[in-house]
């Protein structure tokens, strides 16, 4: 399939150093694709310059086909939703909505039928309702579903979310993440999501590139990065990692026993999670395991002797 979006060698520095530095990969129609890494690693910017902000120094960007590297925002059909979402406090639901078809309409001219597009767009992120409210009648979630309508009236071939969840708390953000993704199946658009949350990313995205200091480690599947990631990073990056003798495996492939097979340890501590328990083994020769069990089969308790073992299909074994 051909790529809706591709991002090919984008480099931005900044004085003193080199936010984006040779960033490559490809957005597929209808895919959602997200940009995770840590603060400060380049990921907002990365946006910016396929949203327009920011004019890449080397490289291309690419919108079906068509390079769009050095055109204005206003010219790309992409559109961008902020972490804040940024809705105009005296218009109502629909009047925000409204809004871009407004200046879109001004700029080319074209006759719309805004009623019908806005009233399809508020159906779809079922805001219909509640229409004619202000933004400070909204909770949250439906800020951002107003945010959202009002991106997706102006049918972009790909919608950029910076941490769409983050001016969530966090109850709601998990719920959220589940409306977000549906409605993107619904509409079709691609999304390009930049999150540092990586289970965010991992729940929510078809594919995802990890971004570290400035340049792409890794792009694949959510299960593919999380069982085979390349580097130690990226192992890191998306979940808690044991790194014994040289090869990684995470907290819930290490199993616990009270005899058999394994290395002998001693349980240092065993904290209570609800629907699991973290417990922390020194092994004989002194290095430090953490397993994640569930609370029911852990009967461990600090100072218990232990065995620790896991399937070497568990284990990860980075390049570097
Ligand atoms: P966060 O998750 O904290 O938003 P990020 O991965 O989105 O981080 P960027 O905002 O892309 O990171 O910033 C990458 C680097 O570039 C940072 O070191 C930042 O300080 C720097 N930077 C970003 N914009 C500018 C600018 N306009 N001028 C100078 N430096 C900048």
Known sequence: ?????????????????????GVTFSVEPGQLFALVGPSGCGKTTT????????????????????????????????????????????????????F???????????????????????????????????PEQLSGGEKQRVALARSLVLEPDVLLLDEPLSALDPNLRKQVRGELKALQRRTGVAFLMVTHDQEEALSMADRVAVMNAGRLEQTGSPRELYERPRTRFVAGFLGPVNWVDGVG?????????????????????AAYLGNRVMVEVELNGGERVVSEVRAGDCMCAAGDRVRVSWRAADEIRPES
Do not use: C
């Open 1 to 21: 399939m051909a790529a809706v979006l591709e991002v090919e060698g984008a480099v931005k520095g900044f004085p003193g150093h080199r936010a984006v530095d």
């Open 47 to 98: 946006l910016r310059m396929i949203a327009g902000f920011e004019t890449p120094d080397e490289g291309e960007i690419r919108l079906r086909g068509e390079p769009i590297t050095r055109l204005p925002p206003y010219a790309r059909r992409v559109n961008t939703v902020f972490q804040n979402y940024a809705l105009f406090p005296h218009l109502t639901v629909r009047g925000n909505v409204e």
């Open 100 to 134: 871009g078809l407004r200046r879109e309409r001004r700029r080319s001219g074209a006759a719309l039928d805004m009623r019908a597009r806005v009233d399809a767009v508020l159906n779809m992120v079922r805001m219909a309702e509640k229409a004619d409210r202000r």
């Open 249 to 269: 495996v995470r907290p819930e492939a290490v199993r616990l026993a009270g005899e058999g097979d394994g290395r002998e340890g001693l349980v240092r501590s």
